[in-house]
C-alpha cells in the first residue's frame, strides 16, 4: 500500500467486541489478570496500553521500522535515546538544532558525563574532525531548526557506520511523508508528534523508531524504567492525526513554497531560507531524500529587533507562539523564544539573530496568509 493508505490503515484494527473502526481509548492504569503471572499480554499502562500500541504501530510502518515506541514529548523521546548511552561516551551534533535539544544535551545529559560536540554537518567532511577514541553517536536534524540546514543523510551514515557510530536523525519537519531517515541509513529515528503528526496544537508527544532489535529492546527497558509514557488519550490524539498527515504536508508543502517565492522577492527581507529555493544551499541534496521541502521558512527581516518586533505584533493571521507544524500558520521570533536557552555568542556564531524569523505555514488559504505579511511588512 502506498504511505496516503498506510497512514489511514497501518497498524489498525476493528476494536474486536464492537468492531469500532477507530482505536478506542483505553483510560485504564491496570489489567485484570486470570491469575497471578496469567494476563493477556497486558499488566500496566506504564508497561502496555492498546491504544499507545495502535499508535506505534502506525508510526512503525510510515517511518519502515520494525519498533516504533510512543513517549509523553519529543524531549522525553530525545532523553531516552540518550540513555543508550554512557558516562564518558561522546556524541557529534549538528550545531543547528531545536533549542530545546541543546537544552538537554549541554545542560542536562552532560551533568550525567555525556560529552557533546557541535558542528556544521552540512560539509559531510566535518565530521572526521569531530571524532574522539570514545565518540559513540551521531545526533543529525535535518531540516535543522531554525536555520532550516540540509544535512546528507546517506553520506553521513555511511562515514558514520565506517566508525562504528549509532546514527540517530530527528525527523520532526519532515515527517516520514516527506523523508525516511531509516531507509537513508540512520539507525534511529526520533519525532515530536506534537508537532505535524498531532497536527493540530492539542497535544504532546514524541516518538522514536529503530530497526535494530538491541536498540529497540534497551529503549522499550528504558521507557518502562523511566516512565515517560504519553496517556491514552494523547495516543489518541496524534493517531487521529497521523490518519490526515499525507492531505496535510501537501498542505503545508504547496504553501510554504508560495509564500517563500514571495518573501525572496521582498525588498526588507534579507534572506530566505527555504529548502525548496534552488538558491538554498542544501537544495539538491534535499531534492534527493525528501519527496517535498516542508512547511518551516526561516528569513532574515531588515532593521534587527526593532523591526522584528513590530513586524511581528502585526500580522492578524499568523499566531506568534511557539511550536509548528499544527493546521494554523504560527509565527515566531527563535533568538528569544525557541531558541533562547542557547547562550547568545552560540547564537551569533549560528546567525540566530535580532532580525531573524521563523515561520511555520499552515494550511489556511495562502492568498490570505500572503496578503497577512504583505499588510505586516508594510507597517
Not at 564518558?88 to 543547528?96: E, L, S
Request: charged fraction near 20%.
Amino acid at each position: 500500500m502506498r504511505i496516503a493508505t498506510r497512514a489511514i490503515h497501518a497498524g489498525q484494527h476493528p476494536e474486536a467486541i464492537t468492531g469500532a473502526i477507530m482505536t478506542p481509548v483505553f483510560q485504564t492504569s491496570t489489567y485484570v489478570q486470570h491469575g497471578p503471572g496469567e494476563h493477556t499480554g497486558y499488566e500496566y499502562s506504564r508497561t502496555q496500553n492498546p491504544t499507545r500500541e495502535a499508535l506505534e504501530r502506525n508510526i512503525a510502518d510510515l517511518e519502515s521500522a520494525s519498533h516504533a515506541f510512543a513517549f509523553a514529548s519529543g524531549c522525553a523521546a530525545a532523553a531516552t535515546v540518550m540513555h543508550l548511552f554512557k558516562a564518558g561516551d561522546h556524541i557529534v551534533c549538528n550545531d543547528d538544532v531545536y533549542g530545546g535539544t541543546h537544552r538537554l544535551f549541554t545542560q542536562v545529559m552532560a551533568t550525567h558525563g555525556l560529552e557533546f560536540t557541535f558542528v556544521d554537518l552540512g560539509d559531510v567532511n566535518a565530521l572526521e574532525g569531530a571524532l574522539r577514541p570514545n565518540t559513540k553517536a551521531l545526533w543529525l536534524e535535518t531540516p535543522s531548526n531554525p536555520l532550516l540546514k540540509i544535512i546528507d543523510l546517506k553520506a553521513l551514515s555511511t562515514k558514520a557506520h565506517a566508525h562504528e557510530l549509532v546514527v540517530i536523525c530527528d525527523n520532526t519537519f519532515a515527517t516520514p511523508i516527506l523523508q525516511r531517515p531509516l531507509e537513508l541509513g540512520c539507525d534511529i529515528v526520533v519525532h515530536s508528534t506534537t508537532k505535524y503528526m498531532g497536527g493540530h496544537s492539542d497535544v504532546i508527544g514524541g516518538a522514536a523508531c529503530t530497526n535494530n532489535d538491541t536498540h529497540a529492546k534497551r529503549l522499550g527497558f528504558l521507557r518502562n524504567s523511566l516512565g515517560n509514557v504519553p496517556g491514552p488519550w494523547d495516543a489518541w490524539l496524534v493517531l487521529r492525526g497521523m490518519k490526515t498527515l499525507p492531505l496535510r504536508m501537501k498542505a503545508h508543502c504547496e504553501n510554504a513554497s508560495r509564500i517563500a517565492a514571495y518573501l525572496v522577492e521582498h525588498k526588507r527581507i534579507e534572506r530566505v531560507m527555504y529548502p525548496g529555493l534552488k538558491t538554498h544551499p542544501g537544495h539538491a541534496i534535499a531534492a534527493s531524500q525528501m519527496s517535498a521541502f516542508g512547511g518551516m521558512i526561516t528569513f532574515i527581516l531588515e532593521g534587527g529587533l526593532p523591526q522584528a518586533e513590530r513586524f511581528l505584533k502585526s500580522v492578524k493571521i499568523f499566531a506568534l507562539a511557539e511550536s509548528l507544524g499544527g493546521v494554523e500558520s504560527l509565527i515566531e521570533h527563535p533568538a528569544l523564544m525557541t531558541h533562547a536557552s542557547i547562550p547568545a555568542h552560540i547564537r551569533a556564531q549560528l546567525g540566530i539573530n535580532d532580525g531573524l524569523i521563523r515561520i511555520s505555514v499552515g494550511i489556511e488559504d495562502v492568498n490570505d496568509l500572503l496578503e497577512d505579511l504583505d499588510q505586516a511588512l508594510s507597517i
